[in-house]
C-alpha cells in the first residue's frame, strides 16, 4: 500500500503556471505507476497523466497534451505535474495515484491521495 499526500495547488490567473507535487509514503512506491486525475464540480474523475514505474513511458491526456508534464523522483517518492499555460476549464481538485501499471483508467489505481485544489480564474 502507499500513502499518497499532495501540494502545490492554489489560485493562479489564465496562462500561468502551477505544479502540483504528490509525496508517497510506502515501501511500493518506486515500483508503482502513478496517475494524476483530476474532478471539477459536478463532473466524473477524469485521467489527466500518468508513468510508469521507472519514468521511461508517459501517458497524457490530450485535453492537457502540450501543455502538462508529469515526471517523478524515486529518490524523493515524489511525482510531479507541471502544468503551463492554465486555462479556467483547468479547475479542479486534483488527486494523484498509485497502481501496478500505467493506464488511464481509475479502476487501475488503489492508492489515492486527499487532493488537491487548482483554481484558474479568467
Known amino acids: 500500500q502507499v500513502q499518497l499526500v499532495e501540494s502545490g495547488g492554489g489560485l493562479v490567473q489564465a496562462g500561468g503556471s502551477l505544479r502540483l507535487s504528490c509525496v508517497a509514503s510506502?515501501?511500493?512506491?518506486?515500483?508503482?505507476?502513478m496517475g494524476w486525475f483530476r474532478q471539477a464540480p459536478g463532473k466524473e474523475r477524469e485521467f489527466v497523466s500518468a508513468i510508469s514505474w521507472f519514468g521511461g513511458s508517459t501517458y497524457t491526456a490530450d485535453s492537457v497534451k502540450g501543455r502538462f508534464t508529469i515526471s517523478r523522483d524515486n529518490a524523493k517518492s515524489t511525482v510531479y505535474l507541471q502544468m503551463n499555460s492554465l486555462k479556467p476549464e483547468d479547475t479542479a481538485v486534483y488527486y494523484c495515484?498509485?497502481?501496478?501499471?500505467?493506464?488511464?483508467?481509475?479502476?487501475?489505481?488503489?492508492?489515492w491521495g486527499q487532493g488537491t485544489q487548482v483554481i484558474v480564474s479568467s
Open positions: 495515484a498509485a497502481g501496478p501499471r500505467l493506464s488511464p483508467q481509475r479502476d487501475e489505481y488503489a492508492d
Open positions: 510506502g515501501r511500493t512506491f518506486s515500483r508503482s505507476a
